[in-house]
């Protein structure tokens, strides 16, 4: 029988382009050390790649593309092949998350998430009031009085700009750096994809036990409740951000824009919190009846499962940097108390597969069993 050709959007042809890409950066860091962006002078130090001298990181690249050349090949082999092609794309992910990527992803999720938060609490705000019947109509009127009384108090047009001063300085003084902590998620990402792909391959349409939707919702709902718990303390010492009782704010950085900036990250914490829970509530599953136009139709799956698991993926990729970073400061100063109030504050060792874990519940919960994949 004849092997098919890997033809344009195979895993084999997206192998060897990740794969050279890879080479090619590998080798430019070899060539030219100095524009190696991570090692020893590296600002970012919640990360793995800041120990990483500018040769070991290089040819670690050089040799993860031969891998990827390998896994290439193998792809385009009948099944047997792709049952070593996977595992390989699986470990080529792993190595690129959790080793040369950091904590750019979440941040910049962080921010993103945070600057939005506005927007959407004030269109929930105005769409409760008008839709939500009694209950939508309190919470509304609620959420509309904790609003004016913020805006009303230390937040004015020069807080605001401030406030988008120092957000945009932060990402600016990082420069390309931020750049190369997404590019490598990226990677990971493709070969994330590459993996799926390959053992997804020749897969029955059959579900083992733990996969089945009643299985998936027991376990599903303790993943999620445990997800939606973790980003509550920063989220708490964040928003006390906004009252005169600030936890964590230094008396020398006391100003309304840095207080207005971490309240808007409690915000997004508390919203991510919020929207982790709905990965078991009906509102996940069917759009509330007051949203307009929307109302009473399911929630596509991947409306929820994909943001849900890009900060997943997020939130795993900075725990190792995190955990190095708390090792190296021993505790962030404060020894076996610091690394406990540092795992609680940023608790990404165990939110992120926590998280992945509640995703796919949901995904596992709401879509049906596939048909048996041949090629």
């Known amino acids: 029988m004849q092997t098919p050709r890997p033809h344009l959007g195979s895993p084999a042809t997206a192998a060897v382009v990740v794969a050279l890409v890879t080479a090619g950066i590998g080798a430019t860091w070899l060539a030219r050390p100095s524009s190696y962006p991570f090692g020893a002078a590296d600002r970012v130090t919640m990360?793995?790649?800041h120990v990483m001298p500018v040769?070991?990181?290089?040819?670690?690249?050089?040799?993860?593309?031969?891998?990827?050349?390998?896994?290439?090949?193998?792809?385009?082999?009948?099944?047997?092949?792709?049952?070593?092609?996977?595992?390989?794309?699986?470990?080529?992910?792993?190595?690129?998350?959790?080793?040369m990527a950091d904590t750019s992803l979440i941040s910049l999720l962080?921010?993103?998430?945070?600057?939005?938060?506005?927007?959407?609490?004030?269109?929930?705000?105005?769409?409760?009031?008008?839709?939500?019947?009694?209950?939508g109509r309190f919470a509304g009127a609620?959420?509309?009085?904790?609003?004016?009384?913020?805006?009303?108090?230390?937040?004015?047009?020069?807080?605001?700009?401030?406030?988008?001063?120092?957000?945009?300085?932060?990402?600016?003084?990082?420069?390309?750096?931020?750049?190369?902590?997404?590019?490598?998620?990226?990677?990971?990402?493709?070969?994330?994809?590459v993996a799926y792909r390959l053992l997804r391959a020749g897969r029955t349409g059959t579900r083992p036990g733990w996969a089945r939707p009643e299985r998936a919702r027991r376990w599903g709902r303790v993943a999620t409740l445990g997800a939606a718990l973790c980003p509550l303390p920063y989220a708490f010492v964040r928003l006390t951000w906004l009252t005169p009782w600030a936890i964590g704010l230094?008396?020398?950085?006391?100003?309304?824009?840095?207080?207005?900036?971490?309240?808007?990250?409690?915000?997004?914490?508390?919203?991510?919190?919020?929207?982790?829970?709905?990965?078991?509530s009906r509102w996940g599953e069917r759009i509330p009846g007051w949203v307009p136009l929307l109302g009473h139709r399911p929630?596509?799956?991947?409306?929820?499962?994909a943001p849900g698991g890009l900060v997943a993926v997020a939130t795993c990729v900075a725990a190792p940097g995190l955990l190095l970073h708390a090792?190296?400061?021993?505790?962030?100063?404060?020894?076996?108390?610091?690394?406990?109030?540092?795992?609680?504050?940023?608790?990404?060792?165990?939110?992120?597969?926590?998280?992945?874990?509640?995703?796919?519940?949901?995904?596992?919960?709401?879509?049906?069993?596939?048909?048996?994949?041949?090629?």
């Open 47 to 49: 990360s793995v790649t």
């Open 55 to 99: 040769a070991v990181a290089g040819w670690l690249l050089l040799a993860a593309s031969v891998v990827g050349l390998s896994i290439a090949a193998l792809a385009g082999r009948p099944t047997p092949g792709n049952r070593v092609a996977g595992p390989l794309a699986t470990a080529l992910a792993g190595f690129f998350a959790l080793v």
């Open 110 to 135: 962080g921010y993103a998430i945070a600057l939005g938060a506005p927007v959407a609490v004030t269109a929930g705000i105005v769409l409760a009031c008008v839709r939500g019947g009694r209950w």
């Open 142 to 193: 609620v959420l509309l009085l904790a609003t004016v009384a913020v805006l009303a108090g230390p937040v004015d047009p020069g807080v605001l700009l401030r406030f988008a001063r120092n957000v945009l300085h932060a990402f600016a003084g990082y420069g390309t750096r931020l750049l190369w902590g997404l590019a490598m998620a990226a990677v990971a990402g493709a070969w994330g994809a």
């Open 250 to 280: 230094d008396r020398d950085f006391d100003d309304p824009a840095v207080r207005l900036q971490g309240g808007s990250l409690g915000c997004a914490a508390l919203l991510g919190a919020v929207l982790t829970v709905g990965l078991v």
């Open 299 to 305: 929630v596509p799956v991947a409306l929820a499962a």
């Open 327 to 375: 090792v190296e400061t021993d505790g962030f100063g404060e020894g076996l108390r610091g690394v406990a109030l540092g795992l609680l504050f940023f608790p990404f060792p165990v939110w992120g597969p926590l998280l992945a874990a509640a995703v796919l519940a949901y995904a596992l919960r709401r879509r049906p069993v596939e048909a048996p994949v041949t090629g």
